[in-house]
């Protein structure tokens, strides 16, 4: 029997030259043989795919950096068979075809995406809370001059907190001589309440509801998440207080995720039901922010919010009203009343602090 | 076997409908693997574009690999932008602390090796290229590491500078000298033997374009103006945008101008054993390429993006001329060291060979 010829071209690798081949099968091995040329066996695994352009197929040979040898197509079966499959998008996509491959490398993709955004979540309860009061203390250090402090204020507000958390290191409330109507938890276990809050609050009821919260996030680390997550490592390494009011502007605008914020109110609820403080007047603390504020906040984008709907919010603190049980006042009239006046009767000389 | 004085040695005989599924493959592939597979999808591309380009009677080949263009830009990354960037945050820390000198000396010294990288990339890239470019089983490349070249990027270019940057094109020719005369292919040497002279005139007019253009917008203004009574019309307005726009197509048109004379006279400076080069592309040439690029990317939407690389390499070759003959038994293996990582550096500043 005469076994088919597959016609084609040989450069060397050594000069320019063309050479006219034919290749054959012989057995496992591919016999190379051309007027200008000395007949050889070539061991197909030698053979590398280079390119397949129009009418041919391209290899090169492992061995001999240059050497090319050009086969025209169509080619015989059995010389077809022990050549190297031709590669199109490289290694491991060829496998697995581009449709497979583009699915997998997307899914692999969109979870390290994943990872990486909520590698701040699983990072920051990591963090030893020594290195979380470190960089707090870095960034905002004692804001003793910027806060309002009477020893009763002190007193109530030291008192208050030990009663909704018992853990230690205690975190430190400190009153804050400005008007927004806020709190914040910052760096370094402490919530600061600002004045204008303090003011805005009908009842002891509504300060524990937000005091407890805001320890809430403490407790549960969303701090240094919440710090990870907006600073990244800069802050981290930025180290010492350059500008103290923007610092600390940027902490208390920092945004917690919707989860966190549940989080820390079920935190403040259970806290409260544990010492015989009633929700509700932090129910209808949250109803008032939402009669202030009504139309971003609801419906079905509030999902996306980076607050919760104090709506729903008010709501769950109403729910939480136990009928026929005994409430007792977060604090006595005379210590709601020296936090209240601490920022009036505090005389030391600071006109508060500028954002 | 000869060839005798072929005109147009070059030809490109690729289609873009053989090469939208390539692009759209190396699209979808680069997005889904957060750009990682950019490097395989460049070599894929450039396989495609040079096994379609004919050089006198047979085709180029793209020898690169993606995964020596990934090696060389991780190589890049870790061993000189990281330390530069570390290096400078270091002189920024310095200058913060108090150490002014110090810390500006560090500066400095970041600043100036990031200029002599950036000439050693370019220069790199281009022995990377010709390295991995085969024909007829023939590759190029160079054993020059181009660190000389990279001092004379910035001493140049900083010469260049004198006489309010007259001698700029000086520079930019004697760069393009030096770089090609370290260039070989197969057994000969490129010689790059590019001149200044014709180039000054078209460099002038770039330099007094904008203040022309301006002027001639200013000009142009007054009437308008004055018709207004001191206050602008709606249509003034428009005129003044048009206008606008009218004076960046001025400038664009004539830097191309003398971007294209540039780019001629050197090619035609050069040559490789026997044969001569030479580039036929015009000014009004260039321009159809660049308005081309704007208006294919803008009619799609940006998606024509990916057939850039097509459209410019498809540029060259067309106006690619060679003249002479090429002695297919004394063009012998190129005894340069063959790279074993791709163009990293050039990759890591995001910058083309030419
Ligand atoms: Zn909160």
């Given amino acids: 029997m005469s076994a088919e010829v597959a016609a084609g071209e040989l450069f060397d690798g050594t000069s320019a030259r063309r050479h006219a081949v034919q290749v054959a099968a012989a057995g496992a091995e591919l016999l190379l043989a051309g007027p200008e040329v000395p007949e050889e066996r070539i061991e197909p695994a030698r053979l590398a795919f280079i390119d397949a352009p129009p009418g041919a197929l391209v290899y090169g040979h492992a061995d001999r950096p240059g050497w090319r040898l050009r086969l025209f197509t169509p080619l015989p079966p059995d010389v077809a068979a022990l050549?190297?499959?031709?590669?199109r998008f490289g290694g491991w996509i060829d496998r697995l075809g581009l449709g497979r491959a583009a699915l997998l490398a997307g899914l692999a993709s969109a979870a390290v995406v994943a990872l990486v955004i909520s590698l701040p979540s699983w990072l920051g309860p990591l963090v030893p809370m020594g290195v979380e009061r470190e960089i707090g203390d870095g960034l905002l250090g004692d804001l003793r001059q910027h806060s309002c402090s009477t020893p009763d204020s002190e007193a109530a507000l030291t008192a208050l907190a030990a009663e909704l958390d018992p853990d230690r290191p205690p975190v430190k409330v400190q009153l804050v001589r400005m008007g927004l109507v806020n709190a914040a938890a910052v760096p370094g276990g402490?919530?600061?309440?600002?004045?204008?809050?303090?003011?805005?609050?009908?009842s002891p009821d509504e300060l524990a509801g937000v005091i407890g919260h805001e320890i809430g996030h403490v407790r549960k680390r969303h701090v240094m998440q919440a710090m990870l997550r907006e600073f990244g490592l800069s802050l981290v390494l930025r180290g010492s207080q350059t500008q103290l009011a923007g610092t600390l502007g940027q902490v208390a605008e920092m945004r917690y995720?919707?989860?966190?914020?549940?989080?820390?109110?079920?935190?403040?609820?259970?806290?409260?039901?544990?010492?015989?403080?009633?929700?509700?007047?932090?129910?209808?603390?949250?109803?008032?922010?939402a009669a202030k504020d009504p139309a971003p906040r609801s419906g079905p984008l509030s999902w996306f919010a980076s607050h919760p709907d104090p709506e729903l919010r008010a709501g769950e603190f109403r729910a939480a009203v136990q009928p026929g049980r005994h409430y007792r006042p977060a604090l006595s009239e005379a210590q709601f009343g020296a936090i209240r006046q601490a920022c009036h009767d505090d005389k030391r000389k600071d006109e508060g602090l500028k954002w | 076997m000869s060839d005798h004085d072929q005109v147009s040695a070059f030809t490109f005989e690729g289609t873009w409908r053989e090469y939208a599924p390539i692009a759209f493959t190396n699209l979808l592939l680069t997005i889904v693997t957060l750009g990682i597979y950019r490097f395989w999808a460049t070599a894929r591309s450039r396989r495609y574009l040079w096994s379609r380009t004919r050089f006198i009677d047979d085709y180029l080949e793209w020898a690169g690999t993606g995964g020596e263009l990934f090696k060389g830009a991780?190589?890049?990354?870790?061993?000189?932008?990281?330390?530069?960037?570390?290096?400078?945050?270091?002189?920024?820390?310095?200058i913060l602390a108090g150490h002014a000198g110090l810390g500006g000396l560090i500066g400095f010294a970041v600043a100036m090796l990031f200029y002599v990288l950036i000439?050693?990339?370019?220069?790199?890239?281009?022995?990377?290229?010709?390295?991995?470019?085969?024909?007829?089983?023939?590759?190029?490349?160079?054993?020059?590491?181009?660190?000389?070249?990279?001092?004379?990027?910035?001493?140049?270019?900083?010469?260049?500078?004198?006489?309010?940057?007259?001698?700029?094109?000086?520079?930019?020719?004697?760069?393009?000298?030096?770089?090609?005369?370290?260039?070989?292919?197969?057994?000969?040497?490129?010689?790059?033997?590019?001149?200044?002279?014709?180039?000054m005139g078209r460099y002038i007019m770039c330099y007094l374009a904008p203040f022309v253009g301006i002027g001639m917008l200013g000009l142009a203004m007054i009437p308008a103006v004055m018709a207004g009574n001191g206050r602008m019309a709606p249509a003034a307005a428009f005129t003044v945008v048009l206008g606008a726009f009218g004076v960046y197509f001025f400038v664009g048109l004539v830097v191309m101008a003398y971007y294209a004379k540039y780019f001629r006279q050197m090619v035609e400076g050069m040559s490789l054993d026997t044969l001569e080069f030479g580039f036929s592309a015009r000014t009004m040439d260039w321009i159809k390429l660049y308005l081309g690029d704007v208006a294919l990317v803008v009619v799609t939407l940006g998606v024509g993006a990916i057939f850039i690389n097509y459209r410019h390499w498809k540029f060259y070759v067309t106006?690619?001329?060679?003249?002479?003959?090429?002695?297919?038994?004394?063009?012998?293996?190129?005894?340069?060291?063959?790279?074993?990582?791709?163009?990293?550096?050039?990759?890591?500043?995001?910058?083309?060979a030419f």
């Fill in chain 1, 83 to 87: 050549l190297p499959a031709a590669a």
């Fill in chain 1, 190 to 202: 402490r919530v600061l309440l600002f004045d204008g809050l303090v003011q805005q609050a009908k």
């Fill in chain 1, 257 to 289: 995720s919707r989860g966190a914020e549940a989080e820390a109110d079920t935190f403040a609820r259970a806290r409260m039901a544990a010492v015989d403080v009633s929700p509700a007047d932090s129910g209808a603390f949250f109803e008032r922010m």
């Fill in chain 2, 74 to 94: 991780l190589i890049a990354v870790v061993v000189i932008i990281l330390p530069l960037y570390g290096l400078n945050i270091l002189a920024q820390h310095l």
């Fill in chain 2, 119 to 199: 000439g050693v990339a370019l220069f790199r890239a281009l022995r990377y290229r010709l390295a991995r470019t085969y024909w007829r089983g023939i590759r190029g490349g160079s054993d020059n590491p181009g660190l000389t070249y990279g001092w004379s990027y910035v001493w140049k270019h900083f010469v260049g500078l004198f006489a309010l940057g007259l001698m700029m094109p000086w520079a930019m020719v004697s760069l393009w000298n030096e770089r090609w005369n370290a260039m070989s292919f197969g057994p000969y040497e490129f010689s790059a033997r590019g001149r200044v002279d014709g180039l």
């Fill in chain 2, 319 to 352: 106006h690619m001329h060679a003249y002479g003959h090429v002695d297919v038994d004394a063009l012998t293996q190129s005894a340069t060291a063959a790279p074993s990582q791709g163009e990293g550096l050039l990759d890591a500043f995001d910058m083309g």
